[in-house]
Nanobody, 123 residues
Framework: QVQLVESGGGLVQDGGSLRLSCAAS????????MAWFRQAPGNERELVAH???????YYADSVKGRFTISRDNTKNSVYLQMNSLKPEDTAVYYC?????????????????WGQGTQVTVSS
């Protein structure tokens, strides 16, 4: 069983920055594929960014050039640095993990989820 705990959300103005953190339990964190998803009211949960166990990266087009995902295997943690935030980035952000081989980046490919952290960007 893998437990994920997010932190770092909050209220920020348009153009501001936030850094989300996700702490994971488990002895094999370095082998986990990790991702950040977000869900705004009335919308489906969407992938924001993914980092593989080998450090491969994927970003949604809407956040490319503004967000950076990273991981620190010594701290069992994954991060999402969010710069140039926009009001449309407002959502609950979720950390997700899987120990399985990923065949796609849909939400149902990830087995473990954090409780979510609210990010609100005011205009």
């Amino acid at each position: 069983q893998v437990q994920l705990v997010e932190s770092g959300g909050g209220l920020v103005q348009d153009g501001g920055s936030l850094r989300l953190s996700c702490a994971a339990s488990g002895r094999s964190f370095s082998s986990y594929a990790m991702a950040w998803f977000r869900q705004a009211p009335g919308n489906e949960r969407e992938l924001v960014a993914h980092i593989s166990s080998g450090g491969g990266l994927y970003y949604a087009d809407s956040v490319k050039g503004r967000f950076t995902i990273s991981r620190d295997n010594t701290k069992n943690s994954v991060y999402l640095q969010m710069n140039s935030l926009k009001p449309e980035d407002t959502a609950v952000y979720y950390c997700a993990a899987t120990t399985r081989f990923l065949v796609n980046l849909r939400s149902d490919s990830f087995d473990y989820w954090g409780q979510g952290t609210q990010v609100t960007v005011s205009s």
